[in-house]
């Protein structure tokens, strides 16, 4: 939020009495301000921008126009509670309201009465208070009559010397005879702090303010005064030459009579001892020099003044030449992965051939690595155990939902606020300019009005760009080709293909349950033991149990839920300790359930008695693989094709692609030549209300359309996954490991596979494929040959070739 005061006007008031519109407690719709406070009866214009006041102001509109001002105890923060706001406040009454074209809300508004806050009641979407108004009375008397009187004196002596208080104010107060009024229209005009201008608005007693008012209108004279008698003094010792140099002589003079001056030498030696000891590369050191001497000309009372202090301060603190020493030891790398993680044995050869490079040559350029998977597979966790194995500081930033540009690149110091981008704000943190840098997300980055913020990420991923990265705050490059960068993502097309061009992919596939179990005994449950203060002899779980945990509680390709129901286990075990078990709890399979409640999940199975028309396919999805039923249904009818379960565009093509190759081809496959005459086709994906989109149902969906047209079951305990042509060619699809192992979690005996997937299998644990026959297919003819030969169920697990 940002509050701008252009000037400042009064109303006298009408009743005599500035709580005049104070009744019961009620409730008013606040706005903070970081610096602001508003007196009753002071008209002033406000330029707000945060959305949430905005929606304060629209919703104020549409009642009675009143609000609330509270003054905030720090500077601006996001959050803001009874502890960091001043519990005593303004009433306003909104006089005029219009919005700019960048989007701010001006508002003239006027005080009304003051309040007191009772409790906040509500935060978001915006500020809202119970208040209670204050009522203030007093009893005239000789003495107040007297301040009153050399109130308006002192005013009007003060405002003759002011070069801010415009004159009509000061022959307005010469009209005021009601004290609170004179006191509040003041104090509420003097160029003081924010504190004492809070103090007077909190002190009720109207004698007292009174004084209160006098005592710095006295302060603000003997200023202005000084002030003047200064500048009368530099003007006389000044000669028609120096008045070029007018202005400067005057902040000497008054630097040398507040003692100033001392104190901003020391500030500019110190900061440019700061710089020298940076170790700042020379265009850096430059501009951080120009802006030294513009800091030593600048008054410590102008707002620039900490723009370009704070510009110096990350100037200093930027690690331009503090690196951290890579241990290259590949023997300890190796050891310190395997014990962080389990398998992975792809990622984690890449990771040690990138450490075996840079030990034969310490400052090449290495690559992007882009860990992608699903969700809690270990991608980040994998960067945290490089940076280990390295011992290199290790920073994460998390791009999901990131939307402007200023994010990545920073904000230009022409911005009040601004600050450097999130990548060089995350170098500071780290401490060195070589981290372990992980960005993720990276697949969840949008694009606005604001900018593209992908676009900016491709010269910090770029190893021939980024040597020299530039951010809009600091406008020196900074060297980001030490920083070893790593990105996450869920998934690849969501990634520009500039972006992705950049990276070097490393897939991360779910786990099978074996792996999960071996997991959870060997990482997750130590783990979860020592969080929950349990000894590892307190608590046992049987592999059968934890099997169990895995198949009937969580349906994820990552950890994070069986984590999760570990914990939980775990927590259920910790209360019986506390509540005075002593003797060992071992959790067997079926105590599952009294810890965990009914099974979450029911994973579907192989069908036991095939009917024509139904035929198993085999899809993907981020937390896995599924097997996937395709029912078809013929009826009477006029040729009609009806596709349901939330099927979408592709799956609909692949139908019709499928119907057009059997009506082509019927006498060759078993289907009589008009089989499509006066029947409709129905084919239904059952799970509807999931959404279902790919081409590798084709198979399944060809398969199960032949098969009630012919009349004939698909073969028991077969499963296909392929996406089809219309000329009945095979072509590859993705997710083959994730599709082969939930085949096998669902008892499929046999499956079906493109032949171009056959490197595929390459990534199948090879217990799966002992106990599976793989039929690797070229064309739609060999897949009806297989799924139609009711004779040949396999004796013996074991991979085949369909000829």
């Not at 700019?100 to 500020?127: C, H, M, N």
């Not at 401490?431 to 593209?452: H, Q, T, W």
């Not at 989109?693 to 392929?722: E, H, I, N, Y």
Request: hydrophobic share 40%.
């Amino acid at each position: 939020m940002e509050e701008k005061i252009t000037n400042t006007k009064v109303t006298p008031t009408e009743s005599g009495n500035p709580a005049a519109e104070a009744g019961e407690a009620r409730l008013l719709p606040i706005i903070p301000m970081s610096e602001l406070v508003l007196f009753p009866r002071l008209i002033i214009p406000l330029a707000l921008w945060e959305e949430s006041i905005q929606r304060l102001i629209d919703d104020t509109l549409l009642k009675d126009k009143i609000i609330g001002i509270l003054t905030s105890r720090q500077p601006a923060t996001e959050v803001y509670t009874t502890e960091n706001l001043y519990p005593i406040g303004t009433a306003a009454v909104i006089l005029k309201m219009g919005k700019t074209q960048e989007g701010a809300v001006r508002l003239l508004i006027q005080g009304l009465y003051r309040f007191k806050v009772e409790e906040l009641v509500d935060t978001e979407p915006y500020i809202q208070a119970r208040v209670s108004p204050i009522t203030e009375t007093y009893e005239a008397d000789l003495e107040i009559d007297a301040m009153v009187s050399s109130l308006k004196g002192m005013f009007k002596k003060m405002s003759e010397l002011s070069p801010y208080l415009p004159t009509e104010l000061g022959a307005m107060v010469q009209e005021l005879d009601d004290p609170r009024v004179l006191a509040d229209v003041t104090g509420g005009s003097l160029n003081i702090a924010k504190t004492e201008k809070q103090d007077l608005l909190e002190t009720i007693e109207v004698k007292e303010r009174l004084q209160k008012v006098l005592r710095l209108i006295s302060r603000e004279i003997e200023i202005l005064e000084l002030g003047k008698q200064i500048q009368a003094n530099v003007k006389t010792e000044m000669d028609k030459a120096q008045k070029d140099y007018y202005l400067r002589e005057q902040i000497k003079a008054l630097q040398k009579e507040l003692g100033e001056g001392d104190e901003r030498s020391r500030e500019v030696d110190e900061l440019r001892e700061r710089l020298l000891e940076a170790g700042l590369p020379e265009a850096a050191l430059k501009e951080a020099e120009r802006e030294l001497t513009r800091l030593s000309r600048i008054p410590s009372t102008s707002p620039d003044h900490q723009v370009v202090r704070t510009y110096l301060e990350w100037m200093i603190e930027l690690p331009w030449n503090v690196t951290t020493e890579d241990r290259l030891d590949l023997a300890e790398a190796k050891r310190i992965l395997d014990e962080d993680h389990y398998n992975l044995e792809k990622v984690k050869k890449r990771i040690l051939e990138f450490l075996a490079v840079r030990q034969l040559k310490p400052d090449m350029k290495g690559s992007i690595l882009c860990f992608v998977g699903p969700p809690g597979t270990g991608k980040t966790s994998l960067g945290k155990s490089i940076a280990r194995a390295l011992e290199r500081k290790f920073v994460r930033l998390s791009l999901g939902g990131v939307r402007d540009e200023a994010e990545i690149r920073g904000h230009r110091r022409t911005y009040v606020g601004a600050l450097p981008g999130r990548i060089i704000q995350s170098i500071r943190r780290a401490g060195s300019n070589n981290p372990v840098f992980i960005l993720d997300e990276i697949d969840k980055i949008g694009a606005d009005f604001r900018g593209d913020p992908a676009s900016a990420l491709l010269e910090v991923l770029d190893p021939e760009q980024n040597s020299s990265f530039s951010d809009h705050y600091l406008e020196v490059g900074f060297d980001l080709s030490k920083v070893m960068f790593i990105t996450t993502a869920n998934m690849l097309d969501t990634i520009p293909p500039a972006l992705r061009d950049r990276m070097e992919v490393l897939q991360l596939p779910g786990y099978t349950e074996e792996e999960k179990i071996q997991i959870a005994f060997s990482y997750l449950l130590p783990r979860q033991l020592e969080a929950h203060g349990l000894k590892p002899e307190q608590l046992t779980i049987t592999p059968e149990a934890m099997r169990r945990v895995t198949a009937d509680y969580t349906r994820e390709a990552g950890l994070r839920n069986l984590e999760r129901e570990v914990a939980a286990l775990c927590r259920s075990v910790a209360r019986e300790v506390a509540e005075g078990l002593t003797t060992a709890r071992t959790i067997q399979e079926e105590d599952v359930p009294t810890y965990l409640g009914q099974a979450k999940f029911f994973r579907e199975t192989a069908l036991d008695h095939p009917e024509p028309g139904i035929a198993t396919g085999l899809a993907w999805t981020p937390v896995g693989g599924e097997i996937l039923f395709i029912e078809t249904l013929r009826m009477p009818g006029s040729s009609k094709l009806k596709l349901t379960g939330q099927i979408g565009e592709v799956m609909r093509e692949s139908v019709e692609a499928a119907l057009s190759f059997i009506r082509a081809r019927a006498p060759y496959i078993g289907v009589e030549e008009d089989f499509f005459k006066d029947i409709d086709i129905h084919v239904h994906v059952p799970s509807g209300a999931i959404p279902k989109d790919g081409p590798s149902a084709g198979v399944a969906m060809l398969t199960a359309l032949v098969s009630l047209f012919s009349d004939r079951p698909v073969k028991k305990g077969l499963a296909m996954t392929g996406e089809i042509t219309l000329r009945g060619h095979i072509m590859p699809v993705g997710g083959i490991k994730d599709k082969v192992l939930a085949a096998h979690r669902a008892g499929i005996k046999e499956v079906i596979l493109p032949a171009q997937n056959a490197k595929d299998l390459e990534d199948i644990p090879p217990n799966v494929k002992d106990e599976l026959l793989i039929h690797l297919v070229e064309r739609m003819d060999q897949v009806l040959e297989i799924a139609f030969d009711q004779a040949s169920e396999a004796s013996q697990p074991r991979q085949a070739a369909a000829a």
